[in-house]
Structures are given as C-alpha cells and as structure tokens.
C-alpha cells in the first residue's frame, strides 16, 4: 500500500469516488496515454468516460444535475487524473474553472441555462485573459467589447486558450472602457463574455475563428488555441452577471480555485514521477547490486519523496481553506508555487534515475520531463506566485 500523498479524514463519498477515479486511471489512461500523447490525439474515449462518471460536474450543486462536492474533493480527483496523463487533467480543469464562475458570478438565467449541461459534459468550457503581447500583465489587455444598441461588438485577440477548440462555451475578458465612469480603475474596465461557440477549428461562428492548434513540445493531446474576434456581436445577456465591469474580478476568483487544481496537477506528476524512479531503481542493476541500493540513488528517492509529501499537503490545505470559506490566496498561491516546482524536480530526479533509457520515448519520463515545465507558467508563472506570496506576507505581518 502506496504510503505518499495520503489524504486524512476523508468521507466515505469522497473515498468512494478517489478510489473509483483512481481505478480508471490505471486502467483507462495511463496504458493509453504515450500512445496518444505521441501522436498528439485528443482523448476522445477517456473523455466519453469521464462524461459517464460525472467527473465534468463534480463541484457543480445536484439543483443542477452535478455531484455538490468540494474542491478538495476535486482536487483530488486531479491529481489522480495528472498522476496518469496531464492533459486529461487540463482538459477538465478549465472546464472546472468556467463553471465556477457561472456558479459564483451567474445570474440566475445563466446558472439555469449553463450549469445542467455542463454538469454532464454536454457544454464544455474554456477560458481567455492572455494576450500575444501579455500573459500575467492581465491590466494590459487590448481586446475590447463596443456596445452598438442592446449588443456589444468585440474585437481582439487572446492566446493560450486550452480546449479552445473543443470547448462549446468561452469565457472571454476585454476592456469595455466606455462602460465604465470616468476615472474608473482599470481593473474595472474590464468584462468576462460567455461566448457560445461549436467545437472546431476556423471561423466557428461570424466574427469569431479559432484558427489551429499551437505546436507545443509537451501538453500534448489537448488543444491549446489562440482566439480571434472581429466583429463578434453578442447580447447584453452574454455579460457573467449581466453587468460589465466585474470581469478582472470574477476571472481572478476563477484563477485562484484554478491554482489550486495547477497545484494538484503539480502532485499528480510528482507522484507518478516517483511511482516511476522507485520501480525502475528496483529493476535496474549496476556493480552487482540494484541502483536502489547505492547510497547516491536512495538519498535521491528520500528528497523526491519528502517533496511529494510537502506539495500534496499544503494542496490539501488550500483547497479545504477555500471549502471553508476563507480567503486562500496565499495558501493557493504558496501550494501553486511549491507543486509545481517540486514537480519539476522530482521528475528530474526520476529522469536521473532512468539514466539513458529516460531518454527514449518508450519510457515514460520522457514524457513527463516536457510536460513538468508547463506548470512553472500555467495559471500564473512561478514567479507571479511569489509575489502574490510576498504581499500577502506584507498585509500578514505590517510593522505598527
């Protein structure tokens, strides 16, 4: 019985459901998933049978058709779903993240028009704020949204959208300076849009194209798109919250759930990355003796799993501060920060271990040693953490 990242004081509902993710990973995706990441194909049937499973509502309200669980509960459904290939993960993490805006920011016609149907996968969700010219920089935003009658007319470009073309609703921020009072702060010219859309690539619908999927070198398998809008006309009722103004505000709330589920992700690798070095150090002989018995190759498996253990519970820690309705930006962006750079480390540390055969892309850590560095820049970069850190510390600890 695996001893790492073990959660405490869980619900039989919350054991039930890891116990049966767990299963289907190891059954599902993890004997799938080189196949596919090489060939960079989306995951069609492993998303078919998360539909089935009700993994898509898992934090949406059963008044809506979804599961009501908590964030740690989902948590860590994805670190067991990363633990086996990180792209199903992302592929449900924005989703996630669309979905807790429509319920924490929705009106109530647009909790009732969304939320039943992406609780069952039928609308799949995704979202924008970056820009070609600027990423964590959020003030900087260039796409605008023009109001012409009881419409507004959005142009722009934003970048970086995961699930850009398989999503069936985005929520897409732009400036809307002329609906904002003079002298308004910037953040409060801002607007979060649902855009419905079909799934595809091009010209998805008049004035919006979705134009390919960006080549990356790891994060295979999921689309990651850019968006352009010219001319897009959408109605007023297309607003989150059916007032403009509010957008910085509800994308940030959204990225902050979000960083917990990166952090998530960030143990999810580690773990599996672990699960990896501490098989193949079993299996693979040198000087007469296995390489887990070298003192060089055993310290290396003590510090991978002393940072597996870390991660997984400051992630647990943020996420049940949120469930408990506390502010968790600190904690979020502390379990972020450490995640994903201990993923990274870990997984080298694993990549050491496989010596020359970590290299082959029959093995397994290849694929995780070009998936790691993602996490260092997704939902903010590793750096932004540390200053959103810093300033909380600041508030925490001001000199009287």
């Known amino acids: 019985m695996a001893r790492l990242a073990q959660t405490e004081d869980l619900t039989e509902i919350q054991s039930e459901i890891l116990t049966a993710v767990r299963e289907f990973v190891d059954k599902e995706i993890i004997p799938v998933a080189q196949e596919l990441e090489h060939a960079d194909e989306y995951p069609s049937a492993i ?10 509502g898992l934090m949406i309200p059963e008044e809506y058709g ?52 992406m609780a069952t996968g039928e609308v799949r969700g995704s979202f924008s704020m970056s820009e070609p010219h600027c990423g964590s920089d959020v003030a900087a935003i260039r796409s605008k949204a023009v109001r012409d009658g009881d419409e507004f007319v959005l142009t722009g470009q ?33 607007t979060t849009f649902l855009v419905e859309k079909p799934a595809g690539f091009g010209e998805v619908r008049p004035g919006l194209t979705i134009p390919g999927k960006i080549d990356k070198m790891g994060y295979k398998g999921v689309d990651t798109t850019e968006l352009v809008m010219d001319g897009l006309r959408l109605p007023e009722t297309a607003i989150l919250g ?25 143990c999810g690798i580690a773990i ?14 040198t000087f007469g003796k296995q390489i887990a018995d ?27 501060k949120k469930d408990s309705g506390e502010r ?51 939902e903010g970069t590793a750096d932004i953490q540390r200053m959103i850190i810093g300033r909380r510390l600041l508030e925490d600890y001001r000199r009287a």
């Open 47 to 56: 998303v078919e049978q998360m539909k089935e499973m009700g993994i898509f």
């Open 158 to 190: 934003k970048m970086w959208l995961t699930n850009g073309g398989s999503s069936t609703l985005t929520a897409v921020l732009v400036r809307t300076d002329g609906e904002a009072e003079e002298g308004s702060s910037v953040y409060k010219k801002m």
């Open 328 to 378: 968790n930006d600190l904690e979020a962006g502390m379990a972020k920060y450490l995640a994903s750079e201990t993923a990274k480390e870990v997984v080298e540390d694993s990549f050491r271990i496989h010596g020359g055969y970590g290299y082959a892309k029959e093995y397994e850590i290849e694929r995780l040693y070009r998936e790691a560095p993602m996490l260092l820049i997704g």
């Open 272 to 285: 599996r990355a672990f699960e990896l070095g501490i098989d193949y150090a079993q299996q693979r002989q």
């Open 294 to 320: 070298h003192q060089a190759v055993l310290f290396r498996l003590a510090d991978m799993a002393v940072k597996v253990e870390a991660a997984h519970k400051m992630m647990v820690a943020a996420a049940r």
């Open 242 to 266: 059916g007032a403009p103004g509010r957008g910085f505000y509800q994308m940030m709330d959204g990225v902050e759930v979000g960083r917990v589920n990166v952090a998530a992700r960030g």
């Open 66 to 117: 979804g599961l009501g669980e908590s964030l740690l509960t989902y948590a860590l459904c994805v670190e067991e779903i990363a633990r086996g290939w990180m792209s199903v993960s992302g592929i449900i993490n924005t989703h996630f993240i669309v979905a807790y805006m429509v319920m924490q920011h929705g009106t109530e016609e647009q909790k009732a028009h969304y939320l039943p149907r």
